[in-house]
């Protein structure tokens, strides 16, 4: 990519010729201020599941993305994208959910790598690969995807 499209698209602008949503460096702060909160929800359940109910890590991470899920939606639709949200929140949320269970698809997948393939069934283990690995993964996903496919109208 040369220079000055990077520069654009630094900027909040489209480089000429180019269909896909550009980075705008304010609103993918907002994004990651409000999924570091939704991180600590997501992080928070899962090991309060996974640790001290015992459930299994799988059930754990579903019910941890379900509750921060809804914590995100919250903070994207009124914060991070306030200016692109949609006039019809129900869809807009069924758009949101359903982009949020292609994200925690990725961090299962990366859980269950760990724990059930490779054999890593340490507390500590399912944290990285749910939390840090598949979390990670999953959060670019939802970035891009959001942008695309769910904030795209005019605050109502």
């Not at 997501?42 to 309060?48: A, S, T």
């Not at 994207?76 to 959910?97: D, L, M």
């Not at 925690?104 to 393939?117: D, E, F, K, N, R």
Request: aromatic residues 12%; charged residues 15%.
């Amino acid at each position: 990519m040369p220079l000055g499209n990077l520069i654009t698209l630094v900027r909040g602008r489209r480089p000429t010729g180019s269909g896909r949503p550009s980075l705008r460096l304010p609103e993918l702060a907002k994004f990651g201020s409000v999924g570091a909160l939704a991180y600590v929800v997501d992080l928070g359940v899962f090991n309060l599941f996974r640790v001290l109910v015992g459930t299994s890590p799988i059930i754990a991470k579903v019910i941890s993305v379900a509750v921060a899920t809804l914590v995100a939606w919250l903070g994207n639709r009124y914060w991070t994208f306030s200016t692109r949200r949609t006039a019809t929140g129900g869809k807009e949320f069924i758009q949101f959910a359903t982009i949020n269970v292609f994200g925690l698809l990725i961090g299962v997948a990366c859980l269950w790598v760990s724990h059930y393939l490779l054999g890593f069934t340490g507390v500590l283990a399912d944290n990285i690969s749910a939390n840090i690995i598949g979390l990670g993964l999953g959060t670019l996903f939802r970035y891009f995807g959001y942008r695309r496919w769910v904030f795209t109208g005019k605050a109502g």
